[in-house]
């Protein structure tokens, strides 16, 4: 039996142990911790300080319960996925996006008009309650399980000067961007990541693990003005997958020299 003398709520006490061991390697990453008959016995403690101690570790993140097998110990390993974010176009002027053929929709997508919210306001460069034509769409890596919700929006005043995205708002953003592109539109991208916990209905949808945090990568599409025209929004859990970026040397500006 291991002897608990620190300060702290007893549960506390506990669930230090338990993350020590895990830490320590005693515990290893996917393997089943022991029963709470045998927490019990191992620490000298009542059934409900067991509990409070594997509710505490749940919530870090460090363990994760399923129903009706146990309490398992999370992999901190590296992520199964590697989404690149990377924007090239053929000389038929058709975008192509890396990753862009290993997602699968789980589901018909989702067209609906609505409007700016603060966020996407802020990503647009529009004011709250600025109508927007949105697709969503619910995406499966089919090799891994790794699960994405994705959103692409234009603003109405887009679309109403290129009456094909009105009518089809819902094609993938390559289609997309060819069309803004036949338009006239000279484009360049902006992208922001950010991690935040999930929603109730974010992590059903992405059947995600407790304590797990998702990714939110926000791409906004501006014309030769620097004017957003396009937003595109990816979701995914961050313990499924990482994005990776290339990146390269701007060249400097050439100076100016007076007559």
């Not at 109730?200 to 797990?212: E, G, M, N």
């Amino acid at each position: 039996m291991s002897e608990i003398q620190r300060p702290g709520a007893l549960y506390q006490q506990v669930a230090a142990a338990i993350r020590e061991a895990i830490l320590s390697g005693e515990f290893a990453p996917e393997s089943l911790l022991p029963s709470e008959a045998q927490l019990m016995a191992r620490y000298g403690v009542s059934r409900p300080t067991v509990r409070n101690a594997i509710a505490a570790l749940r919530a870090e993140g460090l363990i994760d319960v399923r129903h009706g097998k146990g309490s398992f110990v999370r992999t901190s390993g590296h992520p199964v996925l590697t989404i690149e974010r990377r924007i090239s176009r053929t000389a038929e002027g058709k975008f192509v996006m890396p990753n862009g053929d290993i997602w699968q929709e789980t589901e018909q997508p989702s067209t609906y008009r609505t409007r700016t919210t603060k966020e996407t306001g802020r990503l647009l460069q529009l004011g709250e309650e600025e109508a927007l034509f949105g697709c969503d769409r619910l995406l499966v890596d089919p090799s891994t399980g790794t699960r994405a919700m994705h959103r692409t929006l234009i603003p109405f005043e887009v679309a109403e000067a290129v009456p094909l995205l009105g009518k089809e708002p819902c094609k993938p953003p390559a289609a997309i961007y060819r069309l803004l592109t036949q338009a006239g539109h000279e484009l360049s991208w902006t992208e922001t990541v950010r991690a935040h916990m999930p929603l109730p209905d974010q992590r059903t949808a992405l059947q995600l693990p407790d304590a797990t945090p998702i990714l939110h990568v926000a791409r906004v599409a501006h014309d030769a003005d620097e004017r957003p025209v396009f937003l595109e929004e990816l979701r995914f859990g961050a313990d499924r997958a990482e994005l990776a970026y290339r990146i390269t040397a701007d060249k400097q500006p050439t100076p100016r020299t007076r007559a």
